[in-house]
């Protein structure tokens, strides 16, 4: 593997590993305040559908990403009223708002295009398209740092760069604010936070409205950026590698962008090199290199890498007891 | 008196759950600047009328005045903002933050936490100087001990200006060199003119430390009187509504052969943490050996080993006979055949099962008693019923009816159940954890009563209790445990609270004088991990 070659997988690794960061920050701000997201897929899956509809029906790729979020913030706002307010089991209420959004974006996408559950596919402006840095083609014959610069960090999706972007600032808030000291209590201990005279349906609620949002990113992503339209079940399980990688990232925002960097790179790979060649001896399928990602969730969900420390409230509705 | 206006005055509150009224038309006044004790059995609604101070609950009626004001305290932001503080029994802080973290939550001054850290520990050192309240604002809650972290309580308290604070059963957790500490702020907190008020079920800690005390009885104010004029048995009978045995009534031991020996006991548990480090001892027939110390330093474990769901190293004997502490018999039902009966610390999690009948819950663990089968495929459950109906009213549990579910009974009639049931099987070795923890003092004198008759009887009995009072009364004999290990055996007619606390504490030179520093830092470094929380 030569140098640029090596330059194209994390290329490819980077625009890969989006979708999952995004759904894994969201996830972050949602369990970071007890709730527990299974739902994160669900969420991505309607995003990803309504902004690729909206976006074709429109012709702005930026009214289908502001359409995906407000999808994807209802459904958050409906997993907030079942498990904050009626205090419903928070994995039935996300398994429901998965096989929500799977039955929905089928059946509303096919009695809209006919194309079996698939948007049209989407192009020009109703599509985001790749930003070109400063300079990226003057550097681009500089010696290592010219691919560097021009083929790994320019000529990305604007998404691409918000995601990552997203990771200090999530840091950020989550410890340096209010607002972050009192979300982290709030999944911690919920009652500390009630008799410090601070709401704790109100806290929460704040997190799933930034869950919502991010998710709704994450989304229409996947539809306008990634691929070029909606296809039916296109999030393939990323909401629950995401989740995997937030376990994985013991809920803290530096270590969830390596984790999902680290399923993208999986995921590059089988992309980039189906079939692995090892030595002339044997090759290596590439439905083994495709089902990686999903090895290492298992992997990690069976908690074999290290004891993830949740945080302490997690999954339990908050009752106000004396 | 009539010229200040108390700091805390409330009228006719009255408060129902459903058809259980909690608080029955409540009226009293604390005057500012003096400690006043709130005292009443379990379920007399004293934490029910803080909670509505607190802005928990909102009364059915009545009325609040703060500082001469009528004030209204809809939630906890108004409470903090009418200048009141609690300090839950269970206490509210966030085991991940640091003391400042926890100080600081809920009282940010902006967006930006940095200003706000900034500025609250200044302000920490300062309360600390006045008010003796030393704590690093840097440790984390998770690795302080109880006593400090009740500390930062009642700095998050003053952090917030208050200056009337509710405590809640401040010494239920904390030995006895932890509540003098306690006390003696609170003293101090009283002399820079804060109202305090302290709600106990410990006559004890009334008469040490309190100016008024109020009574609570079923709902209601049953009376409020000066502490100096009064003493502990006519506050106990105010508490029950009839006379109270206060000191248990034992004669001495008689001692038969040894009934249980244990050489050289070592347990690890799932964790990995080394809970129980070489214990020995013997108890004979007739004979209490109690075992005091800070819950978590082993005690737990030697109760589970002997009961027979932990496995351990060493040797065990029951007269003389070696049981299986690893293999296929060391369970707890070979234990039970071999004549141990066990009355578990965590009597709702352990002792029994809440949602189902007392009928059921009396058979459960000899369930296999051939007495207890209608032929081999069937119960006999009438029967069982019937026992149980006996059995309810010879321990006089309220009310005695065998088809109620565990959970229905007051915690101190749930701990009758369990010890009619173990009590009854006559076992040469009878294990008690915590008998009387969240009883009631009228069943507290029932429950000792009983356990010192089985005595009598010729048996032997392990009690582990971190109620020092009961300790002292119950036993003939006491081992001290911390970290593992017992650190000393007393008589308990020669021995005090005092060097009992120092033993708690691992400090085995109990003659000189220990500081009160030293005594904490000692119990910070007990144990490894924290055990589950009970």
Partial sequence: ?322 | MSETAPAIELKGISKSFGPVQANKDISIRVMPGTIHGIIGENGAGKSTLMSILYGFYKADAGEIFINGKKTEIPDSQSAIAAGIGMVFQHFKLVKVFTVLENVVLGAEDGEMLTPSLVKARDELTNLAQEYGLNVDPDALIEEIGVGMQQRVEILKALYRQADILILDEPTGVLTPAEADQLFRILARLKEEGKTIILITHKLREIMEITDTVSVMRRGEMTATVKTADTNPAELAELMVGRKVLLRVDKTPAKPRETVVEVRGLNVTDSAGVHRVKDVSFEIRGGEILGIAGVAGNGQSELLEVLGGYEKATGEILINGQAIDLTGAHSDGQSRRKRGIAHVPEDRQNEGLIMDFQAWENMAFGYHHDPNYQKNPLLMDNRKIRDETQAKMERFDVRPPNPDLMAKSFSGGNQQKIVLAREIERNPDLLLVGQPTRGVDIGAIEFIHQRIIELRDEGKAILLVSVELDEILGLSDRIAVMFDGRIMGERLPEETDEKELGLLMAGITDTKTDHSVAEVEAQLANAGGAPRKEV
Avoid at chain 1, 33 to 45: F, P, R, T, Y
Avoid at chain 1, 294 to 307: A, H, Q
């Fill in chain 1, 1 to 322: 593997m030569d140098f640029l070659q090596f330059i194209l997988t994390l290329d490819s690794t980077l625009r890969l590993s989006t979708v999952l960061l995004l759904a894994c920050l969201a996830g972050l701000f949602s369990e970071r305040s007890g709730i527990v997201d299974i739902g994160l897929e669900g969420k991505m899956l309607i995003s990803a559908f309504v902004a690729a509809a909206i976006a074709y029906e429109t012709g702005s790729v930026w009214m289908g990403l502001a359409a995906g979020m407000l999808a994807s913030l209802i459904f958050a706002m409906i997993h907030g009223v079942a498990s904050i307010i009626y205090r419903g089991d928070q994995i039935i209420s996300g398994v429901a708002l998965n096989f929500l959004a799977s039955g929905l974006t089928v059946v509303v996408g096919d009695a809209l295009y006919r194309q079996g559950g698939q948007t049209p596919t989407l192009a020009g402006s109703a599509r985001f398209s790749e930003i070109t840095l400063p300079f990226a083609d003057a550097l681009r014959d500089v010696p290592i740092l010219g691919p560097i610069y021009s083929e790994l960090i320019s000529g990305h999706k604007p998404l691409v760069y918000v995601a990552f972007l997203a990771v200090p600032l999530v840091w950020w808030v989550l410890f340096r604010t209010r607002f972050g000291l009192r979300l982290r209590a709030v999944g911690e201990n919920p009652s500390s936070v009630d008799t410090a005279g601070v709401s704790v349906v109100g806290m929460r609620f704040k997190a799933l409205l930034i869950t919502g949002l991010l998710c709704g990113i994450a989304g229409a992503y996947l539809s306008t950026s990634q691929a070029a339209g909606f296809g039916k079940e296109m999030t393939a399980g990323r909401g629950y590698i995401a989740l995997a990688a937030l376990i994985f990232a013991k809920w803290r925002p530096l270590h969830a962008m390596g984790a999902c960097l680290l399923f993208g790179l999986l995921e590059a790979v089988s992309n980039l090199y189906p079939n692995i060649d090892v030595f002339g001896l044997f090759t290596i399928p590439v439905q083994f290199t495709q089902t990686l990602p999903y090895i290492l969730t298992v992997i990690i969900l069976g908690g074999f890498i290290g004891r993830a420390m949740p945080p302490n409230a997690i999954g339990q509705p908050y009752v106000k007891e004396r």
